[in-house]
């Protein structure tokens, strides 16, 4: 059977799925080293982030907590919704080369 619009060769064959990046959310202080560091690593592997400041934001601070369950400490980073941790965790998940595949990076 012919599919409009797609060669005959290439109708039985699978199409490749692409996916969006990844959402990736990072609640910060203005001027803390580990929050500079951060954002840092994502800027250099090109990564889009919704960047929450809390240092004068009782709402946003308040979110975060219950995001973490109760952690105080920054930054707290948020990959598809689901909590990573600070700097350090995502400096290892970097290292360790699962960050792309978290972020679907392209190879």
């Not at 990046?21 to 592997?45: H, M, N, Q, W």
């Not at 009782?58 to 689901?82: C, E, H, W, Y």
Request: net charge negative; charged share 25%; glycine share 10%.
């Amino acid at each position: 059977m012919e599919i409009p619009g797609v060669p005959p060769e290439q109708a039985g064959q699978d199409t490749l799925e692409v996916k969006p990046p990844a959402k990736v959310e990072i609640y910060t202080y203005r001027f803390s080293s580990d929050c500079i560091r951060a954002k840092g690593l994502l800027d250099r592997l090109g990564v889009t982030y919704n960047e929450f400041i809390i240092d004068d934001d009782p709402i946003n601070n308040l979110a975060m907590m219950k995001r973490t369950g109760g952690r105080t400490s920054v930054p707290q980073i948020f990959i598809d919704g689901i909590a990573i941790g600070g700097y350090v965790e995502l400096q290892k998940l970097n290292s360790g080369g699962e960050l792309a595949a978290l972020l679907r990076l392209a190879a």
